[in-house]
């Protein structure tokens, strides 16, 4: 086989993009990445991939697919409860509504909705772009001759595609972004959980927060060796690790480890 075949297929591209961090990688090693706005509005984040793409020597190939990661702060997202008898797309979207109008927002034809159950009977996951932030996307990338593959706020994409290194117990997965950490709970490897807390001013404050609310849920719903929490992973915008004293005086014992982009892309 002629080895110019390989040159002909789409260059692979994956990216980020956070409040203080873009981030880029070709294929399966890691290449650049920077400090990007500290505003986390959508808008800005669309202007920072345009920026991320401009910045690229040497350019990224014609045609070159991208897939996507984004702040969780740009979607709407819940968890689903899993019902069954729910199999149509447009069934699946209007049981996701409900759930998003308790917590007061309304998805209609201004967003763009995506319902995904990653085991059957295990609780699912819902997230929502908005339509118009998706149509910017789209066009900076038709601008830089680049097409989106896909597109996920970085729970959906950790919820999705990471490998859990514990299959049995309680397991904690914890996403730190520049201005909220989100908690995702499984047990037995589905999820049964996520919860959100903003960081006002100290991360450290809302890490303990946030892990308190988590143990408070889910003491008494599962034994190993006296500790409630068998391991729990991190990702980290800033590379920074959950404190290790805090997380030892809530979860005695418990396992910790880091984990990256390679995780899920």
């Avoid at 447009?90 to 034809?109: N, R």
């Avoid at 910017?136 to 859990?164: F, G, M, N, Q, Y």
């Avoid at 030892?248 to 899920?264: L, Q, T």
Wanted: include cysteine; glycine fraction near 6%; proline fraction near 5%.
């Amino acid at each position: 086989m002629s080895r110019l075949l390989p040159n002909l297929w789409p260059q692979e591209v994956y990216a980020g993009l956070f409040p203080g961090l873009m981030r880029l990688q070709r294929g399966r090693v890691a290449e650049w990445q920077t400090c990007a706005p500290e505003n986390a509005t959508p808008i800005a984040l669309s202007m920072a991939l345009s920026a991320l793409l401009a910045q690229q020597t040497p350019p990224l190939k014609k045609g070159a697919k991208i897939t996507l990661t984004v702040s969780d702060t740009v979607a709407a997202i819940t968890t689903l409860p899993w019902q069954e008898g729910l199999r149509k797309e447009d069934e699946l979207h209007s049981y996701a509504q409900v759930y998003f109008e308790k917590l007061g927002i309304k998805i209609d034809h201004q967003w763009v909705l995506h319902v995904e159950f990653r085991h059957y009977g295990a609780t699912g996951l819902a997230y929502a772009f908005p339509k118009s932030w998706l149509e910017t996307i789209v066009a900076v990338a038709d601008e830089k001759k680049v097409d989106i593959e896909t597109i996920l706020p970085i729970s959906a994409a950790a919820c999705s595609r990471v490998k859990l290194s514990s299959k049995s117990g309680l397991f904690l997965l914890l996403l730190h972004e520049k201005t909220h950490l989100a908690a995702l709970v499984y047990r037995d490897g589905n999820l049964i959980a996520r919860d959100v807390e903003p960081i006002a001013q100290f991360a450290d404050e809302s890490c303990n927060r946030l892990m308190l609310r988590v143990k408070g849920a889910h003491e008494g719903a599962h034994e190993s060796a006296g500790n409630i929490m068998d391991e729990i992973a991190y990702w980290s915008y800033n590379l920074q690790a959950p404190p290790a004293a805090l997380v030892e005086s809530i979860f005695p014992g418990v396992k910790i480890v880091a984990v990256g982009y390679r995780d899920w892309e």
